[in-house]
T-cell receptor, first 114, second 110 residues
Framework: DAGVTQSPTHLIKTRGQQVTLRCSPK?????VSWYQQALGQGPQFIFQ???????QRGNFPDRFSGHQFPNYSSELNVNALLLGDSALYLC?????????????FGEGSWLTVV | GEDVEQSLFLSVREGDSSVINCTYT??????LYWYKQEPGAGLQLLTY?????DMKQDQRLTVLLNKKDKHLSLRIADTQTGDSAIYFC??????????FGRGTSLIVHP
């Protein structure tokens, strides 16, 4: 049983460009959350998707957007990249009806903006 | 300020016990978690405790919760070099959207 898988694992982008990161949740999970983890910090919540809709959002600008597909996989899009967007982007999946003890994280996508 | 606070570093000798501490501010938190992050990797859920519990033990791990002081601790017995990692404390309400601390770097030396 594959866990949460993310792609790509590493990427380098230039300021002003756009990036798309992808996530496949753990089998049986229907809820996907995205987190940004800057160096030396804890993960910061970006947003959560359930039933293909953004259910909750953290304190991130509109440059950060996402999507959830019918198979529960998800994408995170970041437009107009800034140097400060350089971070590890983590995807987490869970079962909506019992989220508390079933939040699993992927290995993350390392984004470097130059 | 931070919703979840942790000390940044802890150094222990192999074989000793490690105790990582965490304080949180939201009294309505119902789930409290400990995650482990090894270098270059994602977060691994180690254990969690419900807010109506005082203690939870899972093999070498013991979690203690003092709800009155909003203090959570993780004790690792017989710490090994493979336990070297960053440990994150997190809290959530009803199990949704955990809020993480900045993490404690545990360094285990021979």
């Amino acid at each position: 049983d594959a866990g949460v898988t993310q792609s790509p694992t590493h990427l380098i982008k230039t300021r002003g460009q756009q990036v798309t990161l992808r996530c496949s949740p753990k089998s049986g999970h229907d809820t996907v959350s995205w987190y940004q983890q800057a160096l030396g910090q804890g993960p910061q919540f970006i947003f959560q998707y359930y039933e293909e809709e953004e259910r909750q959002r953290g304190n991130f600008p509109d440059r950060f957007s996402g999507h959830q597909f019918p198979n529960y996989s998800s994408e995170l899009n970041v437009n107009a990249l800034l140097l400060g967007d350089s971070a590890l982007y983590l995807c987490a999946s869970s079962i909506d009806r019992n989220s508390g003890n079933t939040i699993y994280f992927g290995e993350g996508s390392w984004l470097t903006v130059v | 300020g931070e919703d979840v606070e942790q000390s940044l570093f802890l150094s222990v000798r192999e074989g000793d016990s490690s105790v990582i501490n965490c304080t949180y501010t939201d009294s309505s938190s119902t789930y409290l978690y400990w995650y482990k992050q090894e270098p270059g990797a994602g977060l691994q859920l180690l254990t969690y405790i419900f807010s109506n519990m005082d203690m939870k033990q899972d093999q070498r791990l013991t979690v203690l919760l003092n709800k009155k002081d909003k203090h959570l601790s993780l004790r690792i017995a017989d710490t090994q070099t493979g336990d070297s990692a960053i440990y994150f404390c997190a809290e959530s309400i009803r199990g949704y959207i955990p809020t993480f601390g900045r993490g404690t770097s545990l360094i285990v030396h021979p």
